[in-house]
T-cell receptor, first 111, second 114 residues
Framework: QKEVEQDPGPLSVPEGAIVSLNCTYS??????FMWYRQYSRKGPELLMY????GNKEDGRFTAQVDKSSKYISLFIRDSQPSDSATYLC???????????FGAGTRLFVKA | DAGITQSPRHKVTETGTPVTLRCHQT?????MYWYRQDPGHGLRLIHY???????DKGEVSDGYSVSRSKTEDFLLTLESATSSQTSVYFC?????????????FGPGTRLTVL
């Protein structure tokens, strides 16, 4: 069983929709949670970073962590065609610095 | 791409040949990483470096070696390439390697082993 599970999609939504992207994990030692965005033929770039449980908002993006359920989410409000990309969740455990990535969810936002 | 370049950007080679990929940074970051990205697996760590001549293995290090003789350069070598090493390879850098420290990724190298 992988430490981090993420549905690869693809997920296709109309412009303006609310998008929900999710990951589940098995290692209860994970404390740092990140979302990376990766455009086609490019390297990943950090989008959101949260520590422990709770919500974090940045513009149209909200990252949510539920440690009791070992479940993290990224919400995108008012989605735009420019949001079309692959979104990877990533996690780091306490005391470590090796990052474990999910497989990525491919998102298409149609104009 | 945060002052990170990778070369070559594309390479096609044959099984059994040696291949070296180069990562060059201009950010003077201490930590450098090599990942491979494959469909269904996401990014997996191959090797990382925490200083000049200081390297360690990641989760998929078999068949790969690395070297770092200067802060700015991190080389990944496939001693004898196999078809299973066909992948997209990403280099990343970070300042202090601590949990939560942002990793910045290069543009990637697409390697095909025939």
């Amino acid at each position: 069983q992988k430490e981090v599970e993420q549905d690869p999609g693809p997920l296709s939504v109309p412009e303006g929709a609310i998008v929900s992207l999710n990951c589940t994990y098995s290692n209860s030692a994970f404390q740092y949670f990140m979302w990376y965005r990766q455009y086609s033929r490019k390297g990943p770039e950090l989008l959101m970073y949260t520590y422990s449980s709770g919500n974090k908002e940045d513009g149209r993006f909200t990252a949510q962590v539920d440690k009791s359920s070992k479940y993290i989410s990224l919400f995108i409000r008012d989605s735009q065609p420019s949001d079309s990309a692959t979104y990877l969740c990533a996690m780091i455990d306490t005391g470590g610095f090796k990052t474990i990535f999910g497989a990525g969810t491919r998102l298409f936002v149609k104009a | 791409d945060a002052g990170i370049t990778q070369s070559p950007r594309h390479k096609v080679t044959e099984t059994g040949t040696p291949v070296t990929l180069r990562c060059h940074q201009t950010e003077n970051h201490r930590y450098m990483y090599w990942y491979r990205q494959d469909p269904g697996h996401g990014l997996r760590l191959i090797h990382y470096s925490y200083g000049v001549k200081d390297t360690d293995k990641g989760e998929v290090s078999d068949g790969y070696s690395v070297s770092r003789s200067k802060t700015e350069d991190f080389l990944l070598t496939l001693e004898s390439a196999t078809s299973s090493q066909t992948s997209v390879y990403f280099c990343a850098i970070s300042g202090d390697g601590l949990a939560g420290d942002t990793q910045y990724f290069g543009p990637g190298t697409r390697l095909t082993v025939l």
